[in-house]
């Protein structure tokens, strides 16, 4: 990104009033730097296939896809995933379900970010967490995969850790040797009942990532 911003500014430069060469930024090359600074991917993590849609590990597609329904957007079959177009208060929210499958979600993020020349500042990615009571948010800047598949490929694929997270509880509420059999289970009678006003909070997260920043967002929203 550094790199690609500086390759922008090494076009003809025009004298200042100080007498020094400066730069000179054409009308065309601001606006691609005001559009890239301004353009989010939000990228829900789950398993396509309708076995999956209400599963506890497919909560990243239910949060982006709550915030598609609420917004009157709708997702088209693109390129490694489903996307979706959002506008907000002047920033642009791509909204992306990976149809890559949880262990080969980085490809689709690599995808995207290229395409849409978007930093990595700029993402986030929305995951289940077992490590977490139910409904609990914890939003964090970088971190490791903490045995999440879906992380770990991206992880992986990026060559870095450095990227927003937003990590959604499910709690570990299953008998030793059903972790799989939980994480891929629907959700309770309880869950369920709870769930819309977890998706909602879900969906003003997202906004204020783009809109008020990450330091502002894990402050306002963290923990609860």
Known sequence: MIKWISNLFSSPKTEDNTGCMKPEVHEHQKNNIESVSNKFLIVGLGNIGAEYVNTRHNIGFKIVDFLARKEGVSFETVKLGALA????????????????????????????????????????????????????IRIRQKGSDGGHNGLKNINLVLNTQNYARFRFGISDEFKKGKQVDYVLGDWDDVEKTALPERLELASEIIKSFGTAGLENTMTAFNGK
Not at 112 to 125: A, C, G, R, S
């Open 85 to 136: 177009e959002y506008k907000f208060k002047g920033r642009t929210f791509l909204l992306l379900k990976p149809n890559t499958y949880m262990n080969l979600s980085g490809k689709a993020v690599q995808y995207w970010m290229d395409k849409q020349n978007i930093p990595l500042e700029n993402i986030l990615v929305i995951t289940d967490d077992l490590n977490l009571s139910f409904g609990t």
